[in-house]
T-cell receptor, first 111, second 117 residues
Framework: SQQGEEDPQALSIQEGENATMNCSYK?????LQWYRQNSGRGLVHLIL?????REKHSGRLRVTLDTSKKSSSLLITASRAADTASYFC???????????FGAGTRLAVHP | GAVVSQHPSRVICKSGTSVKIECRSL??????MFWYRQFPKKSLMLMAT?????????EQGVEKDKFLINHASLTLSTLTVTSAHPEDSSFYIC?????????????FGSGTQLSVL
């Protein structure tokens, strides 16, 4: 069953602004991943953070993980119109490589 | 990077017919593949885990006789929606992991939009 909750459900910003998306989960994890999905397409892996890590960076992406609060955040800095997509967090709570996805955040970046 | 090819990308069929969706790992071997279902503007719901050479493991509430999964080789898994009905209309996505990889990253197909009339 789906266990992740993400907020906000939808986010609309202007180009150049930062976008922050949050994800909460319910059970213990080994890692948490963030994926991006363009409308009607498959998912693309963005970043993976392990349970013993607190923060990770990849280009304009910054992910934090707070295992005590069972939450994670994804920050996209200096957003671009091309960042418009849905973003999902996923945990390995289902077992090895068996990902459980959050509800997702639909991000719209306006030029 | 690893590529997962999913075919077809879109299919329209009549109620009562069966539809087969293929998921191929093009440049790596995948012992395990996963099948997800996604409703519009919703998250991905894991349907089943497809294991090469053995029976698929279905999630609770997913009818195994309705959604037949075959994983006959290390590069191919198929999902057959049998006797499709309009309520089966959805976006189906497969994913796979490279069995030689040490990380847990999944590679996803581009999805199949199924519309049952």
């Amino acid at each position: 069953s789906q266990q992740g909750e993400e907020d906000p459900q939808a986010l609309s910003i202007q180009e150049g602004e930062n976008a922050t998306m949050n994800c909460s989960y319910k059970t213990s994890i080994n890692n948490l991943q963030w994926y991006r999905q363009n409308s009607g397409r498959g998912l693309v892996h963005l970043i993976l953070i392990r349970s013993n890590e607190r923060e990770k960076h990849s280009g304009r992406l910054r992910v934090t993980l707070d295992t005590s609060k069972k939450s994670s955040s994804l920050l996209i800095t200096a957003s671009r119109a091309a960042d418009t997509a849905s973003y999902f967090c996923a945990t390995d709570s289902g077992g090895y490589n068996k990902l459980i996805f959050g509800a997702g955040t639909r991000l719209a970046v306006h030029p | 990077g690893a590529v997962v090819s999913q075919h077809p990308s879109r299919v329209i069929c009549k109620s009562g017919t069966s539809v087969k969706i293929e998921c191929r790992s093009l440049d790596f071997q995948a012992t395990t593949m996963f099948w997800y279902r996604q409703f519009p503007k919703k998250s991905l719901m894991l349907m089943a885990t497809s294991n090469e050479g053995s029976k698929a493991t279905y999630e609770q509430g997913v009818e195994k006789d309705k959604f037949l999964i075959n994983h006959a080789s290390l590069t191919l898994s198929t999902l057959t929606v049998t006797s499709a009905h309009p309520e089966d209309s959805s976006f189906y996505i497969c994913s796979a992991t490279d069995r030689k990889a040490t990380n847990e990253k999944l590679f996803f197909g581009s999805g199949t939009q199924l519309s049952v009339l």
